[in-house]
Every structure is written in structure tokens, then in C-alpha cells.
């Protein structure tokens, strides 16, 4: 996760923001696909290119 990811999807830039961010981007996906469908390692910024709607609904 960059700087950048949590400026644009975050809610600030300590511990528990990170924690927050990547909860929500994990139950933004298992809304979409089955767990063995999610990489095991990925930028979240690869998660807009497959669902274009993740920016809109995932931005605090």
C-alpha cells in the first residue's frame, strides 16, 4: 500500500487506517468473487482496472 492509496482511499495514515483500508478492500472483493479468486499479493490500485466502481465505493 503506497501513500498515495490512503490519501485517495483512507482515512489518515496510522495503523488503524491501513487495517481499515484493507478490511474494506477485502470485503469489496469477496462481494465479487470467490476467496481462491483474490491474488495472494497485489497493489489495491490493481483492484479499479478489474472493477472500475471500487474507486467511487471504497473512497471515505
Known amino acids: 500500500m503506497t501513500s498515495g492509496d490512503l490519501d485517495r ?30 491474488l495472494r499479493k497485489f497493489d489495491l490500485s490493481v483492484i479499479q482496472r478489474y472493477f472500475p466502481e471500487y474507486d467511487r465505493e471504497i473512497r471515505r
Open 9 to 38: 482511499w483512507g482515512a489518515g495514515h496510522d495503523a488503524a487506517a491501513v487495517e481499515d483500508l484493507v478490511s474494506r478492500s477485502f470485503d469489496f472483493l469477496l462481494q465479487r468473487e470467490p476467496p481462491a479468486s483474490i
